[in-house]
């Protein structure tokens, strides 16, 4: 089953950094739009941040927006999620997937059409 692979999670103090990387063996991920999306204990997963295959459009949700950094690296086969200044309300498993709506100039986090889902990386902020 393809599917990507999420690292970099752990335990942090708020207001501390981590880097997430989303990578994947079989399946290029410059061919897609790709997005990060969160679940926090109790709560439903939502969308963080995606972006388009070339790199060129990037968008964040509103309460990660000048904290959070999405990049890629197309040598690499990687997508980073760096989060700075994070806070005890960030702590959730990660997740990145694949958009499955090809060769677009935006990308949106539309959970549904996201592909090729991983395991998850566990962020924790203490406090």
């Known amino acids: 089953q393809l599917q990507f692979v999420e690292s970099g999670g752990g335990l942090v103090q708020s207001g501390g950094s981590l880097r997430l990387s989303c990578t994947a063996d079989?399946?290029?991920?410059?061919?897609?739009?790709i997005g990060w999306f969160r679940q926090a204990p109790g709560k439903e997963r939502e969308g963080v941040s995606c972006?388009?295959?070339?790199?060129?459009?990037?968008y964040y949700t509103d309460s990660v927006a000048g904290r959070f950094t999405i990049s890629r690296d197309t040598a690499k086969n990687t997508v980073y999620l760096q989060m700075n200044n994070l806070k005890p309300e960030d702590a959730a498993v990660y997740y990145c997937?694949?958009?499955?709506?090809?060769?677009?100039?935006?990308?949106?986090?539309?959970?549904?059409?996201?592909?090729?889902w991983g395991q998850g990386a566990r962020v924790t902020v203490s406090s």
């Open positions: 997937a694949a958009w499955s709506v090809l060769r677009q100039s935006t990308c949106e986090l539309i959970q549904y059409e996201y592909l090729y």
């Open positions: 972006i388009t295959n070339k790199g060129s459009y990037t």
């Open positions: 079989e399946i290029t991920l410059a061919d897609y739009a």
